[in-house]
């Protein structure tokens, strides 16, 4: 018997754990995408980056692939939930979690001694303003005008990076508390 042209296909995708846990992460790291955009600032392009502390947790508990697909699916759907998916938005918010992550991939094989999630979330915000700054003067403002505004963007990086660090570290901290010891 064949189906009818009206009948809705059935298909199901197979799905595990993770893919799971990726779309759970990935929806809390777009819900704070979403307060980012919307906490009035004096200044276009200054935001908290309350995402990335999604970010930095998935990285320690998960990984890096799984927080590279978080910040892509992070990326991809706060650009359409936020109305500027391929406009020079999400441009600039891509080049910015790429650099980002990148800087991350880097970093996380650094003694953990001393580069602790205040330090990764750091490193982090300057990868990522530092990105945008440059696709910046590559395509939206090709003036190196543009760059008169990177003390600005770095002093909020540094401002942003210390604060979502600390908040990571803590929440890192309290999940550690809350875990059995191994003796």
Known sequence: MTRSPTEPASRTLATTADDHRIARLAAAAIALSLV???????????????????????????G???????????????????????????????????????????????PRRWFGPVTLSLVAAFAHIGGQL????????????????????????LFFGIINGLIVAR?????EAAEPQHA
């Open 134 to 157: 440059l696709l910046a003067r590559a395509w939206l403002i090709p003036h190196d005008g543009v760059f008169l505004l990177a003390p600005v963007f770095f002093a909020a990086a």
């Open 36 to 62: 980012d955009a919307a906490i009035p600032l004096p200044l276009p392009g200054v935001k908290p980056g309350l995402a990335n502390i999604v970010t930095l947790l998935v990285l320690y508990r998960y």
């Open 64 to 110: 890096f692939a799984t927080a590279a697909w978080v910040s892509a699916l992070r990326v991809v759907a706060g650009g359409l939930l936020l109305g500027h998916f391929l406009a020079p938005g999400f441009f600039l918010s891509l080049t910015g979690a790429a650099a980002s992550l990148a800087v991350l991939a880097a970093a996380q094989y650094l």
């Open 171 to 175: 929440l890192l901290g309290e999940r």
